[in-house]
């Protein structure tokens, strides 16, 4: 089984809202910076958001920036993301990812990933 398993996937209309969850059976979760990543339809996995090790630093791709909250439960060790009015070009696998020292946007520097879990997102 992956160490990382996302949750919260689906259909929706544009506009609505969605929450996507990723638990982390890891027991050393503090110690990494967690992001999430999405791959659309015949384009590259991309960045969307990521956290610190400790909630307190956060950034955001540009394209989802305002729309998109990415938060951790350190004691649940589970990070989320609420996603607001969204668009059908969101439509993409979502995976989460954790890295142990990296802070970056690359996927590369993340260590370890989730399976995905499909948005679709209708006009």
């Not at 996995?45 to 956290?51: D, I, K, L, P, T």
């Not at 696998?93 to 946007?105: E, H, K, L, N, P």
């Amino acid at each position: 089984q992956a160490p990382l398993v996302e949750s919260g996937g689906g259909l929706l209309q544009a506009g609505g809202s969605l929450k996507l969850s990723c638990t982390f059976s890891d027991r050393t979760f503090t110690a990494y910076n967690l992001g999430w990543f999405r791959r659309a339809p015949g384009k590259e996995r991309e960045f969307v958001a990521a956290v610190s090790w400790n909630g307190g630093m956060t950034k955001y791709a540009d394209s989802v920036k305002g729309r998109c909250t990415i938060s951790r439960d350190n004691n649940k060790n589970t990070m989320y993301m609420q996603m607001n009015n969204l668009k059908p070009e969101d439509t993409a696998v979502y995976f989460c990812a954790a890295a142990i020292s990296a802070w970056g946007v690359e996927t590369y520097e993340y260590e370890h990933w989730g399976q995905g879990a499909q948005v679709t997102v209708s006009s």
